[in-house]
């Protein structure tokens, strides 16, 4: 994803160097749209990264400038090169992340096994939960060693940053595979290597 985002930036860039007059947020959005239609077509980049290409067009056609692509992919390199800078083990920094959360007031479950679907009632509280199970048998000598689910109930912004803080990418959101009512599911996976993009901070 960092390699597409890079690339992208590199072309927009090289072809504004080559006219004169500033180009439009419209114009920019056509020329990216047109370059991620040919990257697509030539199968530039991993095919991982088709299904956010396809949908990057679609809403460039369908927005325009308003698809803010060039920040989009701003952001991407931006998120995704703190993140590879980072030196820590993945593990240990899930451990500081889960502490970051409860020092913003957030509830914190880490002492239960979660292998069925649950209802936990937080009362409107913000909350984190992670399987015990999941955090004794993915995490070896500090190190993440499989992918490990996080459920969230709250602002995933602030999941993002403090993730960010410590070199953790998370996966986007997603109710349907959640275990846990009222909550997304998150993942982490080891070496931050994700299949899709990550929830970027807004």
Not at 18 to 43: D, G, I, N, Y
Not at 53 to 75: C, K, M, N, V, Y
Not at 126 to 145: D, F, R, V, Y
Request: aromatic share 4%; glycine share 6%.
């Amino acid at each position: 994803m960092l390699v597409l985002a890079q690339a992208g930036l590199e072309a927009l860039a090289t072809s504004a160097s080559q006219h004169k007059a500033k180009r439009t947020p419209a114009q920019e959005s056509h020329f990216l749209c047109s370059w991620m239609v040919e990257s697509l077509k030539e199968k530039r980049f991993s095919k991982l990264v088709a299904d956010d290409l396809t949908q990057w067009i679609r809403d460039a056609r369908s927005q325009g400038a308003g698809a803010q692509l060039p920040d989009l992919f701003s952001r991407i390199v931006r998120q995704y090169q703190v993140a590879t800078s980072k030196t820590q083990d993945l593990g240990d920094a899930l451990g500081q992340l889960i502490e970051a959360m409860k020092a913003l007031d957030w509830l914190v479950i880490t002492d239960s096994d979660i292998d069925t679907k649950l209802k936990l009632d937080g009362q409107g509280q913000s909350s984190l939960i992670i399987s015990a199970k999941a955090l004794a048998g993915h995490i070896a000598n500090g190190e993440l060693i499989k992918p490990i689910s996080l459920y969230l109930r709250g602002d995933e912004n602030v999941l993002a940053q403090q993730a960010l803080a410590q070199g953790l990418i998370v996966s986007q959101g997603n109710k349907k595979t959640s275990l846990i009512k009222h909550h997304k599911a998150y993942i982490l996976t080891p070496n931050n290597n994700l299949a899709q993009l990550c929830l970027l901070i807004k």
